[in-house]
Structure formats: C-alpha cells, structure tokens
C-alpha cells in the first residue's frame, strides 16, 4: 500500500548510454511488464518509452500506509454481467484450494494457485498469481477473504478436472419407441426452445427477430451477447407452458475450448448407431463409470429400487407398459396407448406439447421424403431449411454464382446441403469460397461424401473455373481438381 494506491507494485532500473531511470508498474500492468522487461536485457523490439509533451518525471516515495482499505464489493452473482476485464472488490469463502503450480516462460518463473470460492450460493473459480498465490502457506479451503482489484476474466480450466454430463433416461412419464425418435425429438425441441427464446420480448430482453429459418447454430449466435442477461434478468419469462423460462433455457448453453457458446447437450449421441449411457454402465477395460450420489433418484436411500428404475426406462425390457409411446409418423411426433389406466388428463398434456413442436417442424424444417413408419427411418431425413447467411447479396460477381452452387448441391439428392457464407480470397481475389452447411459432405477424392466433414466450392471468376474442397483433416487438399463451368 501506498500513497498511489493498494496492490502489487515491480520497479525496473532502465539505463543507455546517456543515463538511468526507473519504470515503476503496478497491479495488472505489474504482470504485463514483468514477461516483457528482464534484467541485464537489450529490448530492440516495438515495446520502448516515449516522451511527449505531456511527459512529467518526478521523485515519488512509497510511504507505507497505515490507513484503513475501502471496498467497493461486487457481489458474485453479478459477474457474469460484467465487462470482460473489469475490476473489482470482492469477499468470497474458498470452497477449494487446488493447490500451486509453478512454471516457466520467457524464462521467468510464475506461480498458479486456483480456488473454487462462492458467496450466498454462487460459485466461481478464482486464479491468484506469483506473490499472491504463495501468501498463504497453508490450505485457504474454508477461509473467508475480502479480496481488491480482482480482474474479471473468462475460466480458464486447463488446469481443472473435466466434468461430463450424461441424459439418465429412468422412471419417465413418457417413452420413445426408439433412440433415434429421441434423437429427432431433442433436436427439435432445442431449436423450438431456442427460437421462442430470441423471440420472447421483456423488459430486460428485446432484440429484433424475425421468422426467418435459423438453424441452432445461427440462433445461439444471435444469443452469444445475451446469455448473461437471459440467465439472470429472464427468471420468470415462460416461454413453453409454464414449466421452461427463458434464463433455463440459456444455461442449455455452454463454452467451448473456443470460447464459442454450444449446446450442453452432444446432439450426435442420439443415432440409430448408439445407445444410452446407462447408469453404472462403462466400457470394457475403462473404469467410466456414472457414480450414485445424494442429488440423484439413484441413491441407496430411494424408495424405489435402482433396479426397477433402469427396467423401466428400456422398452425393450418392460413387459407390460402403461406409459404413452411417442413415435414418428410422416415426420410429425404421435403419441398413443398400450393401456388404458393412463389418465386422460396426462394424455391431452402430452398431445398438447406434441401438437406446438409439430407446428414448429412444418414451419421450420422441410423434410426430403414421408415415412409410414418409424420403424422405416433409414431413408427418412429431416433438415433444416436455412437461407443464405453471411452473403453480401450486393456483390454481383458473388450473386451471380449463386445458382450454379445451388445446382451443385442439390445433384445428390440424398444429401441436403445449403450455402453457409461466401467469402472473397484474401491473396487471390478471384476466388470466391462458397462454404457449405447442412448434410451436404461430398469429398472428390473419396468419390463420396464422409459422415462428419464440411465442404467448400471454389470458384475461379477469371478462368471460369470451379472445384470442390472437402475439409476432412484425413484428406490430402494440396492439389484440386479444377473443373470448367459450363
């Protein structure tokens, strides 16, 4: 502490030819510096002093100050709504002390020391540095501590356990006649849920949306700059019934190692190929297993045996079924009996939910052939349909081009792609990159298309030419095949 202020506080002895001086950093700019400036060290690179007219020197002194700190506390639960970088006072109790990490870089030695802390509730991670990580000597677990000019910055979890969440399918009120009619039915229902929640208009949340045919993906990016403010200010927003908010429906969002929002949920698990993650079930030779604790139906203390509660969730294993079945007919989710003693009431719930996410798949998604039955699903298909996104539809060149992408793509008809954006080459200006989105993946080295790739079609303006290139990492794209626009 001193007459500048509270923190940390690195001093530098610069010298030349001509004289000496010392540069003095404090808190943030501390850290920033101490990577950038080392003893005995010439620096001929774009980091320099420079003088001004604005430039003072003066001589300081770093009395120590025995005057009593003031904060500023922000509580936690108002983090998330907090510019990136901001900084702030706050008092937490250290849940966990993950211990120190030491490391080098740049030839410096530093020291990490995570803490998982929380307030009245609200949980966060927390990262001291260096001088600060090494304060304590002892375990901070359990220590209450007022902390100042705190930086707010994304999580960085390398250094944390990996948490994995797992669909436990027990003891439900409906059943699916199948994993993949699952499958089908979560995909539209994150996309109804994700559609009514841009849609949904309040006092804290108003954007400009319009029916236009968004895909997930481009629905949770017009929702990236509101996440924080849906989770917090959108409690009491129902957007289906009166049992999902639009704040619930925000946590079904989470980062990435991108840092790009993303459905919590991996939408690729539920195929016809697969099957659910059972409660205890691991994989041979791996000791994966989903343990039982005390915030799930699966505790020893429950009323009902964890046995039956797994019997009853696998159809194939229930002998006598008194549960409405949701099956897929002409593309449209049916609900219907095998027992009567299913109260009516429970029945026109379930019919009711059906008959808006119904709707919804003739509003929003096209499907490329009608099955009769579920059981026929493998030639059964449905895309979302999805016009052009990231296209300057001013540029003639790029509009011009458009169709013959288009007559591309709709070639196979088993494979159902659209135009995802259209960019112009940075080096060579006369390439135009179409890349493509849905289920179209033809690769032309393969001579067919992969089951999880995207592709780009490249078009020569000034040699009339096009070529298709697969992004699949196993794929050698060094040298393309042009072929003639005709």
Known sequence: M??????????????????????VAFNLNSHIMADKIKKDKTLPHQ?????????????????????????????????NILPLNSIIDVQIRVLRDYGISTGTRNESLWSRRDLHVDQDGVHIGMTLWNNQARLIDQNMAGLKIKFKRVKVSWFDDQYQKKISYHFIHANPSVLFENNFTLGLF?????????????AHKCSSFNINFTLKKYTITNLILLLTPYISILRLKCTECHILSNCITAAETAYLLVLNARYEFTVAIDLNVYSKNQQFRLFDCVKKGKGNSLLPCTYFLFNNGSEISYMDLLQKSIVTNIQQIDLPIVYLENNQFLCKL???????????????????????????FSSNTNCASISNLSNSNITPMTTYINIDQSQYQIQ?????????????????????????????????????????????????????????????????T????????????CFLLWNSIE
């Open 338 to 364: 095998i027992n009567t003693t299913v109260s009516s009431q429970s029945v026109y719930y379930n019919l009711n939910n059906l008959s808006d996410i119904n709707a919804h798949i003739k509003l929003f």
């Open 400 to 464: 011009q081009f458009i169709p013959f992408v288009e007559k591309i793509i709709k070639s196979d008809t088993l494979h159902q792609g659209y135009i995802y954006s259209c960019v112009r080459g940075n080096h060579n200006k006369d390439l135009l990159f179409f890349n493509i989105g849905g289920q179209y993946r033809f690769c032309p080295r393969k001579g067919t298309h992969h089951q999880n790739n995207t592709t780009a079609i490249l078009i020569d303006i000034k040699n009339y």
């Open 466 to 477: 096009y070529c298709i290139r697969c992004k699949d990492p196993d794929c050698n794209n």
């Open 2 to 23: 001193n007459t500048h202020g509270s923190g940390e506080i690195s001093n530098w002895d610069l010298t030349d030819e001509s004289a000496s001086i010392t540069l």
């Open 186 to 198: 979560i995909k539209v229902l994150i996309h109804y849920l994700l559609r009514l929640t841009a």
């Open 47 to 79: 980091f320099q002093l420079v003088c001004t007219n604005a430039t003072r020197v003066q001589e300081i002194d770093l009395p120590f100050d025995h005057r009593q700190i003031s904060y500023n506390f922000i509580h936690l639960n108002q983090v």
